[in-house]
């Protein structure tokens, strides 16, 4: 079973950047699509982005697109997030999941229940 461990959250202000990383122990990532999610406080998780297990399709949250952008690197056994122009709106904890459903790779998955493995999430805070 693979356990997913997010890293890179943190402070920053308003228009910075910040990448997350979400590391895989205990199997390789390579079989999975990943997604990222957040969840703000008071909030329900909602979709971030995610990628097919090969790396070739991404799918974005339409408020994300532009300004986010995932990549995996299957070497490494990690799936990154970069986010740009953060606002205080992208404050929450995010985290990331794996997903072994194939079609996932193929189609993309947007819900939580889409997703079989989760990370404990990090949090990211966007002064303004």
């Known amino acids: 079973q693979v356990q997913l461990v997010e890293s890179g959250g943190g402070l920053v202000q308003a228009g910075g950047s910040l990448r997350l990383s979400c590391a895989a122990s205990g199997g390789t990532l390579i079989r999975y699509a990943v997604g990222w999610f957040r969840q703000a406080q008071g909030k329900e998780r909602e979709f971030v982005a995610a990628i097919s297990w090969s790396g070739d399709s991404t799918y974005s949250a339409d408020a994300m697109k532009g300004r986010f952008t995932i990549s995996r690197d299957n070497a490494k056994n990690t799936v990154y997030l970069q986010m740009n122009s953060l606002n205080p709106e992208d404050t929450a904890v995010y985290y990331c999941?794996?997903?072994?459903?194939?079609?996932?790779?193929?189609?993309?998955?947007?819900?939580?229940?889409?997703?079989?493995?989760w990370g404990q999430g990090t949090q990211v805070t966007v002064s303004s």
């Open positions: 999941a794996a997903a072994t459903n194939h079609y996932c790779s193929d189609d993309g998955c947007y819900l939580s229940y889409e997703y079989d493995y």
